[in-house]
C-alpha cells in the first residue's frame, strides 16, 4: 500500500523553463514533506522540507507547495537548469519532525530530464 | 569529508553466502538507519537505531541484523543471502528534533546475489 505517490516516472522540461513534480499522499497523519534529489550511484540529497501547519516553502529556485485538504504536495523548480536533471523523491513523516526515528515514506521517485 | 560513509559501494556474492555493510556518520546525528531500494525503485526502511537501540523494523527477515557498536555506525550484516535481496542499501543518519535538513544519507552499496 503505496502511502506517497508519484504519478509520473519521468518529466521532460526545456531549460529556463518551470519544471513541476507532483506528489499525493494518504496517511493523514503525515506532518512533514520533503523533497529528496538523487543522481545515478549517489545517495538521495535533501533538498527542500515543508512543515504541515505552511502551505509554501521557498529556497531560491526551488518551492514547495503543499495542500492538505488535497493531500497533494509539489515541487517547482524555476528557472530549470541542464544540473536538475535527477530522480526526485517526495518522502513524508509521521511524527512531526523531518528527522523523527520513526522513518521517512518515499515516493516512488520521478526523473527530471531538463533539455537544453 | 564525507558525511555518512558506508562500504563497500559494490558487493557481488553467492547465494548463501554471509556478508555485512559498513556505514559511519561523522555529523554527530543521534539515529541511523538502513533503506533499501529494490528492483521497483522503491526507497524502503529497514531499521532504525537510536542511541544504540532498535527503533523499527519494517517486517525485515530475521536474516537481516543491524549492529550498532557506537552512535556514529551502523552496520548491517546479512546471513544466508537470496536472490531476492539483489538491491541498492542506503545508510542515513539524522538528529532528532531537527526538522530543516531531513536525513542525511550514503551514496548506497549495490548488492548482488548470484
Known amino acids: 500500500d503505496q502511502q506517497v505517490k508519484q504519478n509520473s516516472p519521468s518529466l521532460s522540461v526545456q531549460e529556463g523553463r518551470i519544471s513541476i513534480l507532483n506528489c499525493d499522499y494518504t496517511?493523514?497523519?503525515?506532518?512533514?514533506f520533503l523533497w529528496y534529489k538523487k543522481y545515478p550511484a549517489e545517495g538521495p540529497t535533501f533538498l527542500i522540507s515543508?512543515?504541515?501547519?505552511?502551505d509554501k516553502n521557498e529556497d531560491g529556485r526551488f518551492t514547495v507547495f503543499l495542500n492538505k485538504s488535497a493531500k497533494h504536495l509539489s515541487l517547482h523548480i524555476v528557472p530549470s537548469q541542464p544540473g536538475d536533471s535527477a530522480v526526485y523523491f517526495c518522502a513524508a513523516s509521521a511524527l512531526n519532525s523531518g528527522g523523527g526515528a520513526d522513518g521517512l515514506t518515499f515516493g516512488k521517485g520521478t526523473h527530471l530530464i531538463i533539455q537544453p | 569529508d564525507t558525511a555518512v560513509s558506508q562500504t563497500p559501494k559494490y558487493l557481488v556474492t553467492q547465494m548463501g553466502n554471509d556478508k555485512s555493510i559498513k556505514c559511519e556518520q561523522n555529523l554527530g546525528h543521534d539515529t541511523m538507519y538502513w533503506y533499501k531500494q529494490d528492483s521497483k525503485k522503491f526507497l524502503k526502511i529497514m531499521f532504525s537505531?537510536?542511541?544504540?537501540?532498535?527503533?523499527i523494523n519494517e517486517t525485515v527477515p530475521n536474516r537481516f541484523s543491524p549492529k550498532s557498536p557506537d552512535k556514529a555506525h551502523l552496520n548491517l550484516h546479512i546471513n544466508s543471502l537470496e536472490l531476492g535481496d539483489s538491491a541498492v542499501y542506503f545508510c542515513?543518519?539524522?538528529?532528532?528534533?531537527?526538522?530543516?535538513?531531513?536525513?542525511?544519507f550514503g551514496s548506497g552499496t549495490r548488492l548482488t546475489v548470484v
Open positions: 496517511n493523514s497523519m503525515f506532518d512533514y
Open positions: 542515513a543518519s539524522s538528529q532528532t528534533g531537527i526538522t530543516t535538513d531531513g536525513y542525511t
Open positions: 537505531y537510536n542511541n544504540k537501540e532498535l527503533i
Open positions: 515543508i512543515s504541515s501547519i505552511k
